[in-house]
């Protein structure tokens, strides 16, 4: 049975918290390979990166587990966005493959988090997943 709780009435949002052993290589990934942008109140501790009113904190040594998985949906084309993190040397975990929920490939951060960059599927081709 679904219980409401009703004195919480909106979720502003969710926003992970990775563990980053060194701030300086995980800025630089996320806003130089990015494109996010630094918190203006951040520091060599703890900070947000955001891109399209959509963020992830990094924790350096702190909060946060190592290996979280992350889903990242954009609009555009991942066969491009795969082909330009080759070109700057980006570890690949798993190049785009088309599922039923999503057209997704998965690419490591510095730290080994996985980030899952997912499209919309392309019904044309076959499915990964069936």
Not at 2 to 27: D, G, H, P, Q, Y
Not at 65 to 83: C, K, M, N, R, S
Request: hydrophobic content about 40%.
């Amino acid at each position: 049975m679904f219980m409401e709780v009703k004195n919480l009435r909106r979720i502003e949002c969710i926003t992970a918290i990775l563990n980053v052993s060194n701030m300086e290589s995980s800025l630089d990934f996320y806003i130089n390979i990015l494109g996010f942008q630094n918190a203006a109140w951040g520091n060599e501790y703890f900070t947000s990166v955001s891109r399209n009113n959509t963020g992830i904190y990094l924790c350096a040594n702190g909060q946060g587990q190592p290996g979280t998985w992350i889903w990242v949906g954009i609009d555009g084309d991942i066969f491009a966005l795969y082909e330009e993190l080759l070109s700057k040397g980006i570890i690949i975990k798993m190049p785009p493959q088309n599922f039923s929920w999503a057209m997704e490939m998965h690419v490591f951060d510095p730290d080994g988090h996985v980030l899952r960059f997912g499209t919309d599927p392309d019904e044309s081709m076959p499915f990964a997943d069936r």
